[in-house]
C-alpha cells in the first residue's frame, strides 16, 4: 500500500471558491461538493448522534420533524442515528433496529421531511459489539469492555459472514425507505473497530491475526453495499481517525484501512475520534475547538475520496478554516445542530454572530442519553422537543409589554423569546452586565465556552430590540407605575451561608466572591460543598486557564494534548501516550458531609474528566465530614468518628444557594401578579438547562 498524496477538488471551481467569485464570508463550507454520484449544497454535515427520540410516542413524527427542521436550517448532508443491523447489535434493549421492510416502510417520513427541506440524509448502520447493553453482547473476541459489565461472546466464523450480510440487508432496507444512502459505524471503538485491531481481536480465523484479516469484516461490507446497491446510493464509512486507547491502530494501519475502504467502494470518509472506553476527552468543553484535525488531515492526504473532520467544531470560522487549509473536504457537526437548526442559514445570510453555539457541556444532550432520557440542550431546550414547542409556537398572541427583572440565564432566555414573538419587552439588571451565573461559569477553566452564550444572548437581545437597564435595581413600587401587562421574576439565587462556628472568620470566602475576582484565596485551600460549584471551584484554583481562541489554537491544542497524553506522532500506538503527567498546584481538599463517593452528581460524561483532572494535582477529596468549628488553623471536623485539623488559608463556601424572590411577595402585596423562574423559583438543582427552558416556555405562554 503506497501513501502517496492523491490530487482533489471535489467540484471546488478552479479548486477554489474566492478565486471563482465566489463572495461570501464563508465560501469553502458553503460550496457545493461532490459526493459519489450526490452533489451535495454545502459542506456542512449534521453528524450521527443517538436521541432516544425513537423510544418516545409519535417517534417518527418526532424524528420526521427533528431532521426536517435542520434540513430546513440548511444542512447538506443528515446522519441518523446508529440503526442495529441486527439484535445483537442494538445500543441497548430498546435502542433503534432496521431489520424488517415493514421497519423499513416506517421510516420512510425521516427521508421525506428531509427532502422536503431541500437536503439529504443516510442512515447510519451501528453494530456495538461488546458495548451493547444487552443480555449476552457478542465481539470479536471474548475480551471484556472496561464500560461494559458482560463478558461478550466471540462470534463464531459464520456468524461474522452473516453479520456482513446483515449490514448489507440493513443498507438495502435504508434504500426501500428513501435515505440516500448510509454510513457504516467503523469508529468509536463499537463492532467494526474491535476486529481492526489487537486490543480487541485475538481471532484466528480470517477474521483475525494478520492486518488483512483483521480489515476483512468492514472491507466485505463496504464491498458487497456497493455491488448489492449500485453507485448511485452514497456510501460513508465512519474510520477511527485516532482511537486514544492502549493497543488501538498505529498510524500506518489507519491509513492502510482508509485506502482500502476507498477502493471497496465508499464514496466519503467520515471521522470518528478515541474510542468510547477512552480516558481522553475528545467532545468535551475542555477539548480545544479542532483539536483533532491533524488525525483527519493525515488521512485525506492518501485518499481520493472527501473526508470529514468531526468534534469540537462549533462556528462556522473555524470550519471554513479547516477546510480552506485543506486538511478536510466536509465538516460534521452533531451537537452544534441541536443547539440551532439554523447554523448554516445564519452562516449563509451575514448573520453568524446569531447563530446560538454548542457551548460543549454535554448536559442535555449526552448526559441525557447516557441516563435513559431523550436528547435535548442546554443552550435550546426546543431541540428533542419539536413536536411540543410547534404547539406553543403556534399560539396566537397579541403584543403585550413585559417587564423581566433579572438578567441571568431564565430572564435572558424569556426576554429573548418574548422579543421573538413581537412582544414589548424591558430587562432590568441590577448589576452592571448581563449574565447572572453565567458569567461565573465562564471563569472556570475549561469552561470559557460559556461566554459564546453569553454573546448570543447580548447580540439577539440588541437585534430584537430589547430594552436592557443595567445598574437598574427596581422595587415593587416602581414596577407597579409601569403599568405592565406580564412581570417576570429572575432575581435568581445568593450563595448559602453555613452556620459554623467561626465561620464569620476572614479566611472564609463564598464562591461568587472568589470567582468574581473580589477575594484571591491562600496556597492551602478548603473547598466546603462538593456539588457542580464546588467541583468548578476546585478546577479554578488548581488548573490554569486557557483561553479560547474563536479561530484554531496551536498552542491551546498542544497544552491539551501534554495534559492528557495524546500522542500525535506518527509512532504512537492508539495516539496515547502511556502515563500522564502530575502536575503541582495549589493544595486543595473538598469535603462533604454525606458519606456518598465524591462527584457522584457531576455529568455522566464531563465528572470522569474533571475528577481526574482534580486527582492529577492532588485534589484531596474527603466525604462523610461532620464539621466542628473553622479558627485560625483551619477547619475542625470529625471523619469516621476521629477529630482532624485540615489546616487552610482560605476556606471556600460552595454550599449551593438560596432563592431570591422577594420582589414577588412585594409585588404580591400591591395586588401584582408577577411569575417567578429559574433559581429565585427553585435554588435546588439550580441549573443553566432548567431555568434556559424555563424562561423559555414561560414567555410562549404571553
Ligand atoms: P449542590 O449541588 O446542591 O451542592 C451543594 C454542596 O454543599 C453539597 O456538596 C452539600 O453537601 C453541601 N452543603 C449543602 N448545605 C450545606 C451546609 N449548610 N453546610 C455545609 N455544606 C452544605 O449545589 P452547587 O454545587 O452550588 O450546584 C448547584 C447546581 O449547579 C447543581 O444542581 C448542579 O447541577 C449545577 N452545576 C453543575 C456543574 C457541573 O456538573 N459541572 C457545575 C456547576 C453547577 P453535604 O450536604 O453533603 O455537605
Ligand atoms: Fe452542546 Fe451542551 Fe447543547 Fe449538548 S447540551 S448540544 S453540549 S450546548
Redesign the pocket.
Known sequence: MSFDEPKKNFGLESGNPVASGKNTTFPFLLSPIHVGSHQLRNRVMMGSMHTRLEMMERSIERLALFYGSRASGGAGLIVTGGYAPNLEGLLDENGPALLTQEDADTLRPIPQAVHDAGGKIILQVLHTGRNAKVKQPVGASAIPSPINPKVPRALSTEEVWATIEDFVHCAELAQRAGFDGVEIMGSEGYLLNQFTVIRTNDREDEFGGSLENRLRLPLEIVRRTRERLGQSFLIMYRISAIDLVEGGAPLNEILTLAQAVEQAGADILNTGIGWHESRVPTIGYVVPRAAWRFAVARIRKVVSIPIIASNRINNPAIAEELLSSEDADMVSMARPFLADPDFVNKAATGRADEINTCIACN?ACLDYIFSERTASCLVNPKAGNELEYAVLLDRKSVTKKVGIIGAGAAGLACAITAAERGHKVTLFEASSDIGGQLNL?RKVPGKQEFDALIKYYRIKLDVLGVQVKLNCSVDANYLFKQQLDHYVIATGVLP?Q???PGSDKLKVVNYVDLLSGLVTAGQKVIV?????????VAQFLVGEKVELSESYDAKSIAHFQEEWGVDPSENSIGGIKKSLPQIISREVTIV???PEKMGR???MT??WA?KSELSRRNVQML?G?T?ERIDEQGLHLTINGTPQLLKADTIV?????DSVFDLHLDLKRLGVFSTVIGGAEQA????ALRAIDQGTRLALSF
Request: glycine share 20%; with cysteine.
Open positions: 448536559q461559569a448559602r453555613v452556620e459554623i466546603m460543598g462538593a456539588g457542580g460549584v464546588g467541583f468548578d462533604q458531609r454525606k452528581r457531576l455529568g464531563t465528572g474533571i466525604s465530614c464539621y463556601i460552595c454550599a449551593g444557594q435546588q438543582e439550580l441549573d
